[in-house]
């Protein structure tokens, strides 16, 4: 069971990335997928969430996202992905995406498996 997230990289404020979390090992939309992040010297914090694993789809943003990150999953591919729009220098951060047999929660310590973390910077 692995989760690779990619997509990280360095842009310029107002800028965009798309992030990628693929999983393998197991079935990916049986699963919820979060994504969280962690910036130097505080908390890893939840950014996203989606939930997929009955008929219907259940999402979850941060405040300070709302608006500017979509969250997208391709179970075909068992991907996730995070697009993130209008950067700001406060987005900079690692960010691990991560995979809990259960509903959506924003708690990190609830998820069992983790990606290695992809780097983010924004600059102003």
């Known amino acids: 069971v692995q989760l690779q997230a990619s997509g990280g990289g360095s842009v310029q404020s107002g800028g965009s990335l798309r992030l990628s979390c693929v999983a393998s090992g197991f079935t990916l939309g049986d699963y919820a997928v979060a994504w969280f992040r962690q910036a130097p010297g505080k908390e890893r914090e939840a950014v996203s969430c989606i939930d997929t694993s009955d008929e219907n789809t259940y999402y979850y943003y941060a405040d300070s996202v709302k608006g500017r990150f979509t969250l997208s999953r391709d179970n075909t591919k068992s991907t996730v992905y995070l697009q993130m729009n209008s950067l700001r220098p406060e987005d900079t951060a690692v960010y691990y995406c991560?995979?809990?047999?259960?509903?959506?929660?924003?708690?990190?310590?609830?998820?069992?498996?983790w990606g290695q973390g992809t780097l983010v910077t924004v600059s102003s």
């Open positions: 991560a995979a809990r047999i259960a509903e959506i929660s924003t708690k990190d310590f609830e998820y069992r498996y």
